[in-house]
């Protein structure tokens, strides 16, 4: 589902380039959180000037995951008690502010490489809901001074509670047993197999990098154990403390071997032994999910690349999770095969055409169906070789026989008529101003060259083939020819039994 609300933000002149630029370079930022009883609120901090659009991403237990969208102008908030029809499970939640509509932004069509500038990253965190309820953030554990210690001296007594002497050593220190840190060790500790521990309620160990001068690397790092807040995160993190970003977190309650890195330098996600590069393995459907968030001014879209019992699948996500790519497990060797030069097989390795169909299990290479709305109005045409007799033929699947067949010899046989459209009729030659070649010198030309005026000799069609369209039209043509020198020698023989006649009239008369 998506909630259209507005974010309210101050008015600086500012671009957002200029902006993508700070927001990387200081440690800032950009919104902070609020947790309350029924909503977790999302303020814009004083350096926050963008008029843009933010989207709100949630996850959480059990699969939960929504993504709201809010427009410049007003709050951004998460209120549980909204989601009609929604009873939000208990347990940590994680959320992530991306600044969305960066203007400005081209693609160079020629690489499919974006002109880009960095998008800005609006914040991210967690929160907790227990009972149906949010759990509040407002009180967060404070670092605290305990009672028990072990120190080497004790140097007097404040307010009641014992002080130890700081002590700074300007040499190595070697200790040669275990050590604890923190204001809850204890005099009795039990370590274990522990050779450094840190013990109190707020665990950190801070990387502080001094340097000050030239070119050398400054940034500080921290490693991180659960976060302070109430309702917070049970995780592990690396913080660079000098950016505010935390590169690498792991959640308390993550599967074993979610990340496993093997001596060859496979990485396995949830298994121990990866066997490719990167091997991933999941009880039901893993997948890849590949999503253009449209924080860069891009259209949003997203794809899985996902495989399965059923079928290995694309999946368009954005577009109502339609599969537009399958292939079944089982599917042989070369299925679809695209060679080095553009050429594509089907069943084949080796395609010596732009398309190659190649099949020795089946007969029926290939078959085209047109389906239509209606019921039982689909319409399929297999083409397929006979086999022994080394027909192809050209079935419409129907209750009769193939309607189509081509052998080794170059014979076809249909089963029906054959129909051509499109070529002009030779009506031409009954038009009056059509000339007509005197029979005489279409026996002259037939001695000289033995074949008919117009029409094309033996020799010419073994060499340049023959157009049937043409070649039937030119039959017409000598057809209509001959019709009209049919009619002209029926006039000839008329006239003749004509003058016949008259002749017989005056032998006769002279006679008598």
Not at 196 to 206: A, D, F, G, T, V
Not at 260 to 271: F, M, P, V
Not at 456 to 479: C, F, H, R, Y
């Amino acid at each position: 589902m998506n909630t259209y609300k507005t974010i309210k933000m101050t008015a600086l002149a500012i671009t957002i380039a200029a902006a993508c630029s700070w927001a990387n370079a200081q440690n800032s930022v950009l919104f902070e959180s609020h947790t309350l009883p029924d909503a977790v609120v999302f303020e814009p901090t004083d350096i926050m000037g963008l008029d843009a659009e933010v989207d709100l991403i949630i996850s959480g237990p059990e699969g939960y995951y929504e993504r709201f969208s809010f427009s410049a102008g007003g709050p951004i908030e998460f209120v549980p008690a909204a989601l009609a029809g929604d009873n939000l499970p208990d347990g940590t939640y994680r959320y992530e502010l991306r600044i969305m509509g960066v203007p400005g932004m081209s693609r160079d069509r020629n690489s499919d490489q974006p002109v880009t500038i960095e998008p800005i990253e609006g914040g991210f965190g967690s929160f907790s809901i227990q009972g149906g309820q949010l759990v509040t953030s407002n009180v967060a554990e404070a670092p605290y001074k305990g009672s028990s210690f072990r120190a080497s001296k004790v140097v007097g007594e404040e307010r009641g509670e014992l002080v130890a002497e700081e002590q700074t050593f300007v040499s190595d220190v070697e200790v040669q047993g275990s050590l604890c840190v923190g204001v809850d060790c204890t005099t009795s500790e039990n370590f274990g197999f522990d050779t450094i521990r840190l013990k109190e309620n707020n665990l950190r160990i801070k990387f502080d990098d001094t340097s000050n001068s030239g070119s050398f690397p400054n940034h500080d790092w921290q490693l991180t154990a659960n976060e302070t807040s109430n309702g917070g995160m049970n995780k592990f993190s690396i913080d660079n403390t000098t950016t505010g970003r935390t590169p690498f977190t792991v959640e308390g309650n993550a599967p074993n071997n979610t990340l496993y890195i093997a001596d060859e330098g496979r990485i396995g996600i949830r298994t121990t032994t990866p066997v490719v590069p990167v091997h991933m393995t999941d009880g039901n459907t893993p997948a890849v999910r590949l999503e253009q968030d449209g924080s860069s001014g891009f259209a949003a879209q997203t794809w899985d690349v996902a495989g399965n019992e059923t079928n290995f699948f694309i999946r368009d996500v954005t577009n109502s999770s339609k599969l537009p790519f399958k292939i079944r497990p089982g599917a042989p060797t070369n299925s679809f095969f695209i060679d080095t030069d553009g050429d594509v097989g089907v069943g084949t390795d080796s395609p010596d055409a732009k398309f190659e169909v190649s099949s020795v299990a089946s007969f029926n290479f290939f078959r085209l169906t047109a389906t239509q709305a209606s019921p039982n109005s689909s319409v399929d045409f297999t083409f397929t070789d006979a086999g022994a007799d080394g027909q192809l033929r050209i079935n419409i699947v129907d209750a009769d026989a193939q309607e189509f067949a081509l052998d080794a010899d170059g014979n076809l046989t249909i089963s029906g008529t054959l129909t051509a459209n499109g070529s002009t009729f030779p009506d031409y030659v009954f038009a009056d101003d059509y000339v007509l070649m005197p029979l005489n010198e279409v026996k002259k030309f037939i001695q000289k060259n033995r074949h008919l005026p117009n029409v094309p000799s033996a020799k010419e069609i073994e060499k340049d083939g023959l157009n049937m369209t043409d070649m039937q039209k030119l039959i017409m043509e000598k057809v209509e020819e001959l019709t009209l020198y049919t009619i002209q020698q029926q006039e000839a023989i008329e006239e003749q039994r004509k003058l016949i006649a008259e002749l017989r009239k005056e032998i006769e008369s002279m006679r008598q």
